[in-house]
């Protein structure tokens, strides 16, 4: 029996033995094991996470254990080649392309920012007051990112009348501004430059508010020209009305245009008379004038003291007083009684001092009463 209980307890001994051998072992491998492992934290594009490398001795050797590859392009932090420790940061940025246009020209940037605005503000371009296709705010993922600008321009606009005014506006074309302005271009409507040009900075822009209507106007009262006759017993030059004529009426129909406001044309399309026009006639005469009396005077005597007197001896002297024509002052009504044609003063000295000897054998001196009594004649 006590050689049965000594052969346990032996046995239980090297149970013991061998299971602490067995225990040590382990929690030295786990011991080893910690030792060739390293723990860093892994920031990608700004997102953190610690990891475990076991035998990692660089940053290289951390990026492969986790997968991760870089390019050229890429910004890792620190080195590839650099050293990493327990407790090290290593940062990864990856970038991605930026397809920009700007005002309808393309350009593409290669960018490790994560946002819209931070993208602009690493290749130096804010296009401050500029229009964007996206978000400012927007995310840009690793497989880059389609933004549209529209750069803001500072031009001078002239709207519908209105004066010039200076305004910045982010617009490509001059009638994408006219729209960003309020404007609305119709199809009729003159916008100078033309409404497809593209906007430049310093541009002038001029927009004009065409419209084209039919108007209709009842009892419109209207004229018809005036009717014009010759007449050759009227001197040339001269005219009379014969008849005043009348207005008449008609319902009217009108094509009417007005810019920006203002009526620039205005044209009959078709009329309904009610009430006939009656034209004004005007006869207008066609005998040629007969060029006052000139050249010399030979007159001598009693004749020749008596034209003194009356007209200085002027055979075309007209005194409108009367009127008093010629070197005898005639009127008009005593000339043709003693056989005179047209006016005294168009006719020559001979003849008017023929008609002046006519009138005084017919009626005496007294025809010339001032300058009778002033030559003593009576």
């Not at 108007?215 to 005043?244: A, H, L, Q």
Request: one cysteine or more.
């Amino acid at each position: 029996m006590s050689t049965l209980i000594s052969r346990l307890a032996a046995s239980r001994a090297v149970i013991v033995a061998t299971v602490a051998a067995v225990l040590l072992a382990v929690a030295g491998a786990s011991y080893g094991y910690t030792a060739l492992t390293t723990t860093v934290t892994l920031s990608v594009d700004g997102e953190e996470r610690e990891v475990s490398v076991f035998g990692g001795d660089t940053v290289d050797d951390v990026l492969e254990a986790e997968g991760l590859e870089v390019s050229d392009r890429d910004v890792v932090s620190p080195a590839l080649d650099s050293s990493v420790d327990d407790g090290s940061t290593v940062a990864v940025r990856y970038s991605r392309p930026l397809d920009l246009t700007v005002d309808g020209k393309d350009t593409t940037h290669w960018v490790t920012a994560t946002s819209v605005d931070a993208a602009l503000d690493q290749i130096g371009r804010s296009f401050d007051r500029g229009k964007l296709s996206v978000s400012r705010s927007a995310d840009i993922d690793r497989e880059g990112l389609e933004l549209d600008v529209v750069t803001s321009k500072k031009i001078t606009v002239e709207l519908a009348g209105d004066k010039p005014k200076k305004v910045r506006v982010a617009a490509r074309t001059v009638e994408g501004a006219l729209d960003e302005l309020g404007a609305k271009v119709g199809k009729r409507d003159e916008v100078k430059p033309g409404r497809d040009k593209q906007l430049k900075d310093g541009m002038t822009v001029v927009f004009n508010d065409k419209q084209v209507k039919k108007v209709s106007v009842e009892g419109e009262s209207y004229e018809v020209d005036t009717v014009t006759r010759e007449n050759d017993s009227m001197t040339e030059g001269t005219e009379k009305v014969v008849d005043e004529g009348s207005a008449g009426t008609r319902d009217a129909t009108y094509r009417v245009v007005r810019v920006n406001g203002d009526v620039t044309e205005r044209k009959l399309l078709n009329a309904d008379v009610v009430t006939k026009a009656q034209p004004r006639i005007v006869e207008v005469g066609t005998k040629p004038e007969v060029a006052p009396a000139t050249g010399p005077v030979n007159l001598s005597g009693v004749w020749a003291r008596l034209a003194q007197c009356e007209s200085g001896g002027n055979p075309g002297a007209v005194n409108p007083a009367g009127p008093y024509y010629g070197l005898y002052q005639f009127t008009a009504s005593t000339w043709r009684s003693v056989g005179g044609s047209g006016l005294p003063h168009q006719a020559s000295p001979a003849e008017q001092t023929k008609r002046a000897q006519i009138l005084q054998q017919r009626s005496g001196w007294g025809q010339w009463p001032a300058c009778a009594s002033k030559l003593g004649l009576r």
